[in-house]
């Protein structure tokens, strides 16, 4: 019997992966994005999985704009938790699974050692503590949801997103042949999109609940990061580390906040790639992109 998928933010740089990851493993897979579904409704939120009959949701939809959020703390809550809430309801309704993907920034960064899944939650900020009553939500009304946590998503889809990646943002700033200031002292677990996307589509495979963690695998801070970028994009542009101290957010950061995979590789789940290896894939895949692009025109 086929498997029957549904995603939330189906057009972002984790939702496109996602779905190809689905459809390649044979799941009636359809996508939602924000103009499709309004995710904050959540009578459209319970017909969008009832009426494609989901076996499991995923969400992927966020309001991840950290600094706008401690503006906009109750879009953020609507967005992150509520809607969250929404889909909880809707799979109980359905008899479906939820994956509910979270992040990294529920932790305050203060213990300096890639955090555990039993590790406690200390969100700093209006943006962290949306994510972490997302996670609430879905555990509150289900009793087999699958939260997923992650780290620093970059994906070759982030070229088409209004914000873009961190590897993006780094290639526009080499562009701008200006010295490029990158925090040193910030230390997280940079994911690859589509490995995230395989990882979960596992997770699910294997019936697992609850929480984990699936990050990039090695902590790095996002000046050392930057680095491996320009090495792995042949170039050279001048790269200067600077401190927090320096690069005042509004919004609180945790400053390490790397992800252990510990639990996910118990399972026998793969280890994530070293990261100048996963850099040159998306390189790779960023460049077929590109010429796909060029040859539709």
Partial sequence: MTRRAVVFGAAGQLGVELMRELQSRGYATIGFDRGDVDITDGAAVEAAVAGHEADVVFNCAAYNQVDVAEREPVAAFQINALAVRHMALACRQADARLVQFSTDYVFDGFAHYPYAEDDHPHPLSAYAVSKLAGELYARAYLDNALIVRTSGVYGPGGRNT?????????????????????????????????????????????????????GGGVPISWFQFARLIF??????????????REYRTVARRPQYSALSNAKMERLGLEPMPPMATV???????????AGATSLAR
Avoid: C, K, W
């Fill in 279 to 289: 850099l040159e894939e998306y390189f790779a895949e960023r460049a077929r992109s």
């Fill in 162 to 214: 209004a914000r873009g990646n961190f590897v993006e943002i780094m290639l526009r700033m080499a562009a701008s042949q200006q010295p490029i200031r990158v925090v040193q002292d910030h230390v997280a677990s940079p994911t690859f999109a589509p490995l995230l996307a395989a990882r979960a589509a596992d997770l699910v495979e294997r019936g697992q609940t609850g929480v984990f963690h699936i």
């Fill in 231 to 244: 090495q792995a994009a042949g170039m050279d542009p001048l790269v200067l580390a600077t401190s927090h």
